[in-house]
C-alpha cells in the first residue's frame, strides 16, 4: 500500500506535480534503454523548479548550443563599448542562431575572440557556463567555437541568464526574437527545421529588364548582395523562349549556355590506350570518342 504513491509521483523532490514527475520518468526509461547516455534537466521558471537525471553533469559536446552564449556574449561587450557590432555583424549572429550557419559563426570568432582566441572563452563562466572547456586537436585556432565540451547544467545556467539576467536594453529585442521568430532552421534557439515549399525550392531568379536579375524567393535575406556566378537567368522573349538568348548581363551565369558539347567534354589530349576511351584529334579533326579494340 506503501509504494503506490511513489509510482504516481516518482520525483518529488523536484517539486513538479505528479503529472510531470510520471513524464520524467517515463523520458528517464526511454534513454536508459538508449545506447550511451543522455543528460536531462528541466526548468519551470515561473515556478523556480528544476528536474535533472543524474548526468546533468557529464561533460558532452557543445555542438551548436555554444553559439547562443556567442551572441550574448558580443551584445554584452557592445553595450559596454568594448566592441561596436556592425549590421553585417548582426545579420552574422542572426543566421548563427537561427540558421544555424557556421561559416557566420567562424567569422564572429575569429573576428571577436581577440589575437589569442580566448576572449570568448574568459566570458562564457560569467555567462552560466563554468564548466566549459575547449578542447584541442581540432586545427591551428585554439580555443575554437565547435570544438568545447560542456554539461546540460552549464547550459541551463545559460539559458537562465540569457532569459533573466541580461540586460533588457542589450537582449531585449534579440532574446524575445529568438523565442518568437518563425522556425527556419534547427539554429541555436531550438527552432524546428521547415522544408521549404515546393514553389520555394523551385523558383529561380527571374528577369524584370534587359541586364537585371531578380533573385527568387529563397534566396530574399542575401538580396542585398550582388548576383554571384551561380545564379541562373532565365532568359525569355515574348511568351515563348527565344532560340537564341540575348547576351547575359554581368554577374548572370547560364549553365545550359556554357556547358561544352558532349564531344568535348573528354579531354582532346587523351591518347589511345588498349582496353581504355579515346578522343584523339588528328589533323585538326576529332576522332570519335569509342573503346580500342586492342
Request: net charge positive; glycine share 18%; charged share 30%.
Given at each position: 500500500m506503501t509504494s503506490a504513491p511513489a509510482l504516481d509521483c516518482p520525483f518529488p523532490e523536484s517539486g513538479f506535480d505528479c503529472d510531470f514527475?510520471?513524464?520524467f520518468a517515463a523520458a528517464q526509461a526511454y534513454v536508459d534503454a538508449r545506447p550511451g547516455s543522455t543528460a536531462l534537466v528541466v526548468r519551470d521558471r515561473d515556478g523556480d523548479v528544476v528536474w535533472r537525471n543524474e548526468h546533468a553533469g557529464d561533460m558532452v559536446w557543445t555542438a551548436s548550443t555554444i553559439k547562443l552564449a556567442m551572441a550574448a556574449d558580443l551584445l554584452v561587450r557592445d553595450r559596454a563599448g568594448e566592441i561596436a557590432l556592425s549590421a553585417a555583424d548582426r545579420a552574422a549572429m542572426d543566421a548563427m542562431l537561427f540558421d544555424s550557419d557556421d561559416k557566420a559563426a567562424t567569422e564572429l570568432w575569429m573576428r571577436y575572440s581577440g589575437p589569442d582566441h580566448t576572449a570568448f572563452n574568459d566570458h562564457f563562466p560569467g555567462l552560466g557556463l563554468v564548466s566549459l572547456r575547449p578542447?584541442?586537436?581540432y586545427g591551428r585556432v585554439y580555443p575554437y567555437w565547435g570544438f568545447q565540451k560542456t554539461t546540460a547544467d552549464d547550459l541551463d545556467r545559460l539559458l537562465q541568464h540569457v532569459l533573466g539576467s541580461l540586460d533588457p536594453r542589450?537582449?531585449?529585442?534579440?532574446?524575445?526574437?529568438?523565442?518568437?521568430s518563425p522556425p527556419r532552421s534547427s539554429g541555436a534557439c531550438g527552432a524546428p527545421a521547415r522544408r521549404p515549399s515546393r514553389a520555394t525550392r523551385t523558383a529561380g531568379p527571374t528577369r524584370t529588364a534587359a541586364g537585371s536579375c531578380t533573385p527568387s524567393a529563397s534566396s530574399a535575406r542575401t538580396s542585398a548582395s550582388p548576383p554571384s556566378s551561380s545564379t541562373t537567368c532565365a532568359a525569355r522573349a515574348?511568351?515563348?523562349r527565344?532560340?537564341?538568348p540575348p547576351p547575359k548581363p554581368p554577374g548572370c551565369f547560364s549553365p545550359a549556355a556554357s556547358r561544352p558539347p558532349a564531344s568535348r567534354l573528354m579531354p582532346s589530349h587523351t591518347r589511345r590506350w588498349a582496353g581504355g576511351p579515346t578522343a584523339v584529334r588528328r589533323r585538326g579533326r576529332r576522332v570519335r570518342a569509342g573503346w580500342t579494340s586492342r
Open positions: 514527475q510520471r513524464r578542447q584541442p586537436g542589450t537582449g531585449r529585442t534579440w532574446s524575445t526574437g529568438c523565442a518568437r515574348g511568351t515563348r527565344a532560340r537564341r
